[in-house]
């Protein structure tokens, strides 16, 4: 198991927006990440519309992908994680919030951010797409084997396709995409939040720029 | 998919309550300790129950509560009335929302699908074993139609009484109406019936009560969760 070994210095540089979707969890990806000792910032529409400076960013997940995607325009909220991207800053998905990073999803008729290629389709189990509960997920790289063997929460229906295939970092034993990455985007369709420690050194990895 | 063993709470003002068939109740502690002890033995997941009469305002505190103390998957079941409850709680931490699929209740289960996905709804369907003629497949039906993504089979005429899960009238009656796997509860008796359970491909989830509770005198204590044995 991978262990905090990360200094209080690199603690206090973090400033982690996480965008308030109003229909997402927020308050507990906040308090998640505070419990660690992260610094973090609710990013309100207000804060979009000043161009607030933050570290890096969340989108957090739970919601229907044209609702999320909808409010997003509304609020220019997608300018506003594009220029995160552009600043260098981390911009990290989760769950709904991973699979708008992609084009469009078979969910809804609205398309998604596009940053990278790829959409998300149902979940091709026997009897129900509903991918729901605590799984291991094997990361792929080498590198990243620490992260291995731990559980992490999933509850979705649709799940992501990458035009990239080197994009993908881990999967479940199903095969369904767990992690994926491009350069300082990331997605995460499972809930570090509700994953435990196991989530929690995800988030360390993405922080201290090891994932 | 994976199959998960759900300890379930039921809260009545603010303490846990150990049902048997719905009505006869056992205290069962405080909520706070038993989340906190399922948190702690990395439980699947917890369904809370707020079965209760007072406004869903005045329960927030205590749900707030089980928010912070845990880290693991949370359903929330009550009598919701309008999309802000559920939206509040989901909103807080609570990773599902859990409700009786009827037709009062079409156009929330709907619209909540619409906001949080289906993967959010838990659809709820009561039956008691004892009852021959139980309609639960108009029932069945609408969970379809709504598209429900989960629902969660409730036996009341086994509830908390320790003789089983009634697997003979579930494979008679309901099996052949089931799309999709779902979660039962309802009885369970021995950890070696978590293990039948859960290698039914129907079944997606075995929720108990009293199952996870040692009762003695009247009170139920002694928590205890099967994760290692099953």
């Known amino acids: 198991m991978k262990t905090n070994s990360r200094t209080e210095t690199n603690l206090k540089r973090h400033v982690i927006g996480i965008i308030d979707l109003d229909i997402g969890n927020t308050v507990k990806i906040k308090t998640f990440l505070e419990k660690d000792g992260y610094k973090t910032h609710i990013v309100t529409p207000e804060d979009i519309r000043k161009n607030i400076y933050i570290d890096s960013l969340i989108i957090p997940g739970i919601g229907n992908f044209g609702m999320i995607m909808g409010r997003i325009r509304e609020e220019g909220i997608d300018f506003y994680v594009r220029r995160q991207i552009e600043l260098g ?22 398309a998604g ?19 729901i509960g605590r799984q291991e997920v094997l990361f792929r790289d080498l590198k990243n084997q ?22 993908v970092v881990a999967v479940t034993s199903s095969g369904i995409v767990a992690l994926f990455k491009k350069d300082n985007i990331y997605g995460l369709q499972f809930h570090p939040e509700k994953s435990g420690m196991a989530g929690m050194n995800v988030m360390h990895g993405i922080m201290d720029g090891k994932l | 998919m994976k199959r998960r063993i759900i300890p379930s709470l039921t809260i009545i003002n603010n303490e846990s309550w150990i049902t048997q068939n719905f009505q006869k109740n ?15 033995q ?28 845990t880290s693991i998957p949370l359903t929330l079941a009550a009598s919701f009335r309008t999309i802000d409850d559920p939206s509040f709680f989901i909103r807080l931490g609570v990773d599902r929302v859990a409700l009786t699929i009827s037709e009062k209740n079409r156009y929330l289960i709907l619209e909540l699908i619409r906001n949080f996905g289906a993967q959010a709804v838990v659809g709820v369907i ?5 009852e021959v003629d139980f309609n639960h497949i108009a029932t069945l039906q609408l969970s379809s139609e709504l598209e429900i993504s989960e629902n969660l089979l409730i036996d009341v005429g086994r509830d908390g009484v320790f003789n089983g899960f009634n697997i003979d009238y579930f494979n008679k009656k309901i099996a052949k109406h089931l799309e999709k796997p779902c979660l039962i509860r309802g009885g369970v008796q021995k950890v070696d019936e978590f293990t039948k359970l859960l290698n039914n491909d129907l079944i997606s989830g ?17 928590l205890n969760y099967v994760k290692d044995r099953v």
Do not use: M, W
């Open chain 1, 146 to 167: 620490e992260y291995n063997s731990s559980r992490f929460y999933f509850a979705h229906q649709y799940g992501a396709r990458l035009a990239d295939d080197s994009s």
């Open chain 2, 26 to 40: 056992i205290y069962g502690g405080d909520p706070l300790n038993a989340v906190r002890f399922f948190s702690e």
């Open chain 1, 113 to 131: 951010l596009g940053l990278l290629q790829g959409f998300n389709s149902l979940n091709a189990n026997n009897f129900s797409p509903l991918n």
């Open chain 1, 89 to 110: 800053n981390r911009v990290i998905g989760i769950c709904v919030g991973a699979q708008i990073l992609l084009e469009y999803s078979e969910e809804s008729s609205t």
């Open chain 2, 126 to 130: 009561k039956y008691d074993s004892r």
């Open chain 2, 42 to 69: 990395d439980a699947d997941e917890i369904c809370v129950s707020l079965v209760d009469y007072r406004s869903l305002e005045e329960q927030r505190k205590i749900i707030e509560g089980i928010v912070d103390i």
């Open chain 2, 206 to 222: 075995v929720l108990s009560s009293s199952y996870f509770s040692t009762i003695n005198n009247g009170s139920a204590f002694l």
